[in-house]
């Protein structure tokens, strides 16, 4: 978990966390209110993590403090969190929003090793939101504040070259996987947490994925993130076989 508020501590806590080969980091997927990822403070934060290549991760658990219509679940004097229904349904609204400042800032100009991925927010809403992004770029110039990307890329690209989504239960992403980018989803089981699919997990796996190429299947549960964390997989055994 990294306090981006404080930039400098931020930075020192990167360099630390690399020294001891952590494969991720979690920041906000709001820093915090009033303030937006497309301000420059945030720069060395992402210079770090590129310089570092952790990927930063954005999990609805985490945000920053004081974010207008977040109050409510935001725990108080120790309380958990007052969260509603509503509330959880609309997470990714952060998010979107964050990495949007993020590519219309410059940041992945800036830093091109950088990988940020949206952790537990599902994937259908992905689609629809690279959509808007490009054609904003293309068709809405004077929002994006002068700024041009580099060698004619469209937000979009990069989504699919320093972006990612995990995901737990979400039907329709895995059919939009190829709008969505085959090689940036990684899907994830949510263990130890009481909603986890584990110990049916294979089961959930062969449910969601009934419809999935044996291919895509095994860069969606395992090569993707082994690949986005850094994991050897040269070093895994298949378990032994036994027979009765």
Known sequence: ???????????DEFHRCAERGIAAAFVPIWPADRERYDHPMYDPVFAAANETEIPLLMHIGAYGPHITGLERVIPVNGKAPDMVAADRTVFDFYVRHSLACIIFSGVLDRYPKLQIGTVEHELAWIPHWLSQMDF??????????????????????YWRRNMFG??????????????????????????????STWPRSMDFIDRIF?????????????????RIYGFDQSRWEAPAVTTA
Not at 172 to 192: C, E, K, L, Q, T
Not at 210 to 226: H, I
């Open 1 to 11: 978990m990294i306090n981006v508020r404080d930039v400098d501590r931020a930075v």
């Open 136 to 157: 904003v770029y293309r068709e809405r110039p004077a929002l994006r504040k002068g700024w041009t990307s580099t060698d004619g890329m469209l937000p979009s690209d």
């Open 166 to 195: 995990t995901f737990m239960e979400d039907d329709f992403g895995v059919r939009m996987r190829d709008m969505i980018g085959i090689d940036n989803i990684a899907w994830g089981n949510d263990f130890p947490h009481s909603e």
């Open 210 to 226: 009934a419809d999935v190429s044996a291919e895509d299947r095994r860069k969606l549960v395992c090569d993707n993130a082994a």
